[in-house]
């Protein structure tokens, strides 16, 4: 089947065999046609041994340069025997065999059929070459539509699915350990790591002044540097509400004014924006609300990170850490859950570093004073109720005696935990 882009171009197939009998059959009947025509026209010299143009070298001629050697050396032998017997049987005027004439048709037909079989092989090389480009042409236009479609599945799995919230904030911490404060080299690596997680392909944090975008005091980029409008109603809105805000939730008489996306404030636990993180551009694919919120959760965890330290078990750390879930829990519906162990002294010393080897890369644990007497709080960001129940029943040696409470974190007082004394 001829492609598509082969339209107008005779394609010839080697893998076809060339019929043979019709190649004989052709032979003859034109060596016979010459040898007729030439006997009706002059009858007296019909193969033209007396002068003039010897038209009967036709038919080796274009026998040998249709088929090649072998063809076009038959004819001429066809023709030989024709005049021998036409001498023989004084058809044709001649004292005795014209051996130059004969000698010059056999030279023509040689030289026709070897000119046309050296021109066929290199035709026939050609047409290999030719066949051959064109099958892998079709394979890698073949592979080439496979590997597309593949890759737009690939868009639609990763758009559907998402990063790991997770994971993005279990890797997280080591990406900004030994690192504290909000400096320009902590946010340059800060959003070098959202835009990993997140799909930026342009984007910056601009610092405050006066609880304004400071549009001259870049922090961090990715990607081309772009020009900033501190009036630019996403970045306005983000602003004002302290919250995430993405250009389709904008009003229609805003959305000719913007050039920006997302505005994402870089505010920590306690609600302080420092900087804000502007995303110019970024995959289609990863322009929905979940990617984003993953985002704004991101730099929110990576923010109190910078802002805190890394003490896992102090108890501004874990006050601080509580803060944030309980916003990621009252902005984008997050669940946390809240474990409180209370007892005995003794009790509560000893099962306290079983509890904090068994606590996960995100879980916060600390130890507190309540009344006189020590209280385990531990910290479990992205887990319900149920889940932590089932995480408690996989932790050995913890005595039956303590009194152990499960609480949501949006069902808990923040002051409450922020009145935490230190054990």
Known sequence: MKKPWLEGIEVVDVNTPVSVWGGWLETFALTIIVIAASFLTQQQDPFRLSGGFPWPVLAPLLAGLRYGFVYGFASALLILANLGVAINLEWQSSSGFPLPWAVGIVVVAMVAGGFRDMWGRRLHRLEGAYQYRAERLEEFTRSYQLLRLSHDRLEQTVANSGFSLREGIMHLEPVLNGISGLTESSLQKLIEFIAEYGALTQACIVGITADNIDTGRVLGSIGDRFPIDDGDPVARSA????????????????????????????????????????????????????????????????????????GGSSIARFIAAFGRVHQDFLRFRLDATLLRLSGAYSEIMSVYEKLRSSTRAIDLICITRYQDQPVIWILLPLTNTSNAQAWMQRVDGVPATLTLEFVAVGDIDPQRIRSMEAH
């Open 239 to 310: 602003l004002e509400s302290g919250e995430l805000t993405a250009v389709n939730l904008m009003e229609e008489y805003a959305l000719d004014q913007n050039q920006l996306l997302a505005a994402i404030p870089l505010a920590d636990s306690t609600g302080e924006i420092h900087a804000m993180l502007l995303v110019k551009s970024m995959p289609f694919f990863a322009f929905h609300e979940s990617n984003l919120k993953l985002i704004a959760v991101l730099a929110g965890h990576g923010v109190d990170h910078l802002r805190f330290g890394t």
